[in-house]
């Protein structure tokens, strides 16, 4: 991984611990509240791509891991890990780096439509389906309370996904990250 990579990596780490600056907006009934940070995630996976998105997460991850308060409400620490939000931590590495694949894969196609089906299952899908089990086990609700509670969650994250196609198609447009292997042509 060349320094540039590193630096876009940390880039998308300090951008999803900013979004953790905003406040949470707690929801009735759920012990989730509803983050800034899966629009850093989003953003993560449709800016990097698979490897650098996924890998920002993780720095992410290890930073909060380590102490460092940097999830929404200025949580931090190895107790995040084992709580009902813990399902939703752990799924922000896979969803970056499926919202990378995904773009990565509509690359040469990639528009505004690609970008939303992108943000959409890597970062809706991917998410609710690690988070919402979590949230069951570790949150003292039941599977279909916290099936249903998600609900609420669906129209932010929406936004989010739109917010984050329509950044990543600027900065394609601007600034490609993503760089694809060229096919070379081989030799008899």
Avoid: C, H
Avoid at 31 to 40: C, D, F, K, S
Avoid at 74 to 80: H, Q, S
Avoid at 109 to 117: D, E, G, S, Y
Avoid at 128 to 157: C, E
Wanted: glycine content about 12%; charged content about 10%; cysteine-free.
């Amino acid at each position: 991984m060349k320094s540039r990579d590193l630096a876009y990596v940390a880039l998308f780490a300090a951008i999803v611990a900013v979004l953790g600056l905003l406040p949470p907006v707690n929801v009735p009934g759920l012990p989730v509240p509803i983050t800034a940070q899966t629009l850093g995630v989003m953003l993560a996976g449709s800016v990097l791509g698979a490897k650098r998105g996924g890998l920002s997460l993780l720095v992410f991850l290890a930073l909060v891991a380590a102490g460092a308060p940097l999830l929404s409400g200025g949580r931090g620490g190895l107790a995040v890990f084992a709580g009902p939000t813990a399902g939703y931590l752990y799924s922000w590495p896979i969803a970056a780096f499926v919202i990378g694949l995904l773009t990565q894969l509509f690359w040469k196609r990639f528009n505004l439509a690609w970008a939303l089906v992108a943000n959409m299952i890597g970062g809706i899908v991917v998410i609710y389906a690690i988070g919402i089990p979590f949230t069951a086990l570790f949150g003292d609700v039941s599977l279909w309370a916290s099936f249903t509670g998600s609900f609420t969650f669906i129209p932010g994250d929406l936004v989010k996904a739109v917010a984050a196609s329509v950044v990543a198609v600027a900065v394609r447009r601007a600034y490609p990250v993503i760089e694809l292997p060229s096919r070379r042509a081989t030799a008899g």
